[in-house]
């Protein structure tokens, strides 16, 4: 198939669809379709071209998926496709697709208009930090003129492309008119804020408006949260799409004096900070879920703030009737426990079973016991209880085919503060990047509010008693958290630290903690990799997410010293 300009009648007005919507890795079908039913909705409204995001066709990011020449051949076919459609007479799409050209695979945008690949740019500055490793897979595009489109000269940088001045600089130079930037780029808390500084600065550079156009939904670990926005050149917000909800937005343009400008349209309010953060947890789930075609879900409820808050979240990703919530008691688990996950559990609508482990625990001990005579009791035998209560569970789903939601917060996976094979078994972790003072935050502002799209029920549904008392694991007589690990307000001050900011020990004492204490954190924090990298897959929401973010050998002698 050919690539050719488009035609070039004068234009003093454009209709411009931008299509902030959930693709699925690896659907070509289904993302084409997705395609054709934007397409069809945006030519309703009278619009012209249709804007989609990063690699929308393949779904982002596809890792090595995109190194297969059959995917690559699928994605090519359905390109084809679809760009023979747009000889109707309707709406061209801008459409984000892999493309080989000239031997090189590419992370393309690709012009399809009257039956034709009427215009190709590829991604320049391919990323490769965080959770980015697209140097791996993609080679890198030349610096990218403007596509010229019915009479319009449109620049359009991939993602990335618009981090640095170079790219932006190349089209202004070159003649584009109107910047529209299709992305995949990943929630993390502050990025709302962080995306629209930089394209303030490229249009303060430029002089040109700007369209950024990202995608919505849940992709393993990561979460795209929308957030669609255009900017004029006097730098004026014109249109804000919804962050964490898809959206086919039409905005219409017209040509001035001085250059193109965005007619005001709806600008929606952007969830920020916690609200932001539990809705990213929601829709990582939810889309985990789905997409793995899993029926629904299971999780066991302690009566403890963690399982609490995954239960809500779970219910407000998929509805009560797919959330079934299991109780696992034994004979340390206290009467208020009980009470409290009843609570949790009738105030969701879900589910809820009881299944006492006694005779699990018990059993598992007697075959151990010509082993272990003449050795004490110790976190052993309090292993035995989770691994008990995570067999039964697997079990579960084993049978029914709902996956087991695993409850266990940052701090914990931070620490080694949870058991392998036995409350760390799941298939997927909402709370994997939160600290645990967030999910006392989450908890209280869950109890107040709940995002547009939840399925939950409003109001109260984690009791006060959960909030207010002391985290346990219960796996012995009057156990708290604190027996095991420093205050949790401190303990997060100095992981966070650890963490996110990669800061010297030295550097942290002298922010007033006590040397023996940042000391231990930090070697907790050492010795829990080898659980870090057997632990289920999780919502990102911080700047360090275990996993994509923050790569640590499992066998690793340095230490830091005070």
């Not at 397409?39 to 066709?57: H, I, N, P, Y």
Request: hydrophobic share 45%; charged share 25%.
């Amino acid at each position: 198939m050919s690539i050719a300009s488009s035609p070039t009648a004068p234009a003093d007005q454009l209709l411009i669809a931008f299509a902030q919507l959930d693709p699925v890795v690896g659907d070509i079908a289904g993302n084409t379709l997705k395609v054709r039913e934007a397409r069809a909705l945006a030519a309703g409204q009278g619009a012209e071209l249709v804007v989609f995001t990063e690699l929308f066709l393949s779904g982002y990011p596809p890792e090595d998926l995109v190194l297969k020449p059959s995917f690559q051949a699928a994605c090519r076919r359905a390109v084809e496709q679809l760009a023979a459609e747009t000889a109707d007479g309707g709406p061209a799409l801008l459409l984000g697709a892999p493309w080989l050209a000239g031997g090189k695979l590419h992370n393309a945008v690709l012009l399809l208009d009257a039956g034709r690949v009427a215009g190709a740019r590829y991604k320049v500055d391919l990323p490769n930090y965080g959770v980015f490793d697209e140097k791996r897979v993609f080679a890198p595009g030349p610096m990218p003129g403007p596509i010229a489109f019915r009479g319009v000269r449109l620049g359009v940088p991939v993602c990335e492309d618009v981090w640095s001045q170079d790219v932006i600089e190349c089209l202004a130079e070159t003649g584009a008119e109107i910047l529209l930037i299709p992305n995949g780029s990943p929630y993390r808390r502050g990025v709302q804020d962080e995306r629209l500084n930089v394209a303030v600065a490229r249009v303060v550079e430029s002089g040109l408006p700007l369209a950024y156009v990202n995608q919505v939904g849940g992709q393993d670990e990561l979460v795209f949260d929308g957030g669609s926005f255009v900017l004029n050149a006097d730098r004026s917000l014109a249109v804000q799409l919804p962050n964490f909800q898809q959206r086919t937005r039409l905005t219409r343009w017209e040509r001035w004096a001085d250059g193109w400008r965005c007619e005001e349209g709806a600008r929606a309010p952007l969830l920020q900070g916690d609200e932001a953060d539990y809705a990213a947890c929601v829709l990582g789930l939810r889309d985990y879920v789905e997409n793995n075609g899993f029926p629904g879900v299971v999780l066991g409820l302690s009566g403890g703030i963690d399982s609490a808050l995954a239960a809500a979240m779970a219910v407000d990703a998929l509805g009560p009737e797919r959330v079934h919530c299991v109780m696992l008691p034994y004979r340390f688990t206290s009467e208020e426990s009980l009470a409290d996950a009843a609570g949790v559990a009738q105030a969701l609508g879900v589910r809820y079973d009881i299944l006492p482990i006694a005779e699990g625990v018990e059993a598992l001990e007697t075959v151990l016991a010509p082993l272990f005579e003449g050795t004490a009791r110790d976190v052993t035998e309090e292993n035995l209880q989770s691994r008990v209560r995570g067999t039964l569970l697997m079990s579960l789903s084993n049978k029914f085919g709902a996956m087991v939601v695993t409850t266990g917060n940052k701090s914990e996976m931070s620490t080694g503060y949870a058991t392998l094979y036995g409350d760390m078994n799941g298939g997927y972790n909402p709370l994997k990047d939160l600290y645990k003072t967030q999910v006392f935050r989450l908890c209280e502002l869950r109890n107040r509010w709940k995002p547009a799209e939840a399925l939950g029920p409003s109001g109260t549904v984690i009791p006060a008693n959960i909030i207010a008392k002391p985290p346990t694991a219960e796996l012995r007589d009057n156990q708290t958290d604190q027996d095991s690990l420093p205050p949790y307000e401190v303990l997060d001050a100095v992981l966070e630290r650890l963490v996110e900011r990669d800061m010297p020990l030295a550097d942290i004492v002298a922010e007033g903690f006590e040397p023996a204490l940042v000391a231990r954190v930090e070697r907790l924090l050492a010795l829990a990799e080898y659980k870090r990298r057997q632990a289920a897959p999780g919502v990102k929401v911080t700047a360090r997410h275990f996993g994509r973010d923050r790569r640590y050998p499992i066998t690793n002698r340095f230490r830091e010293t005070v």
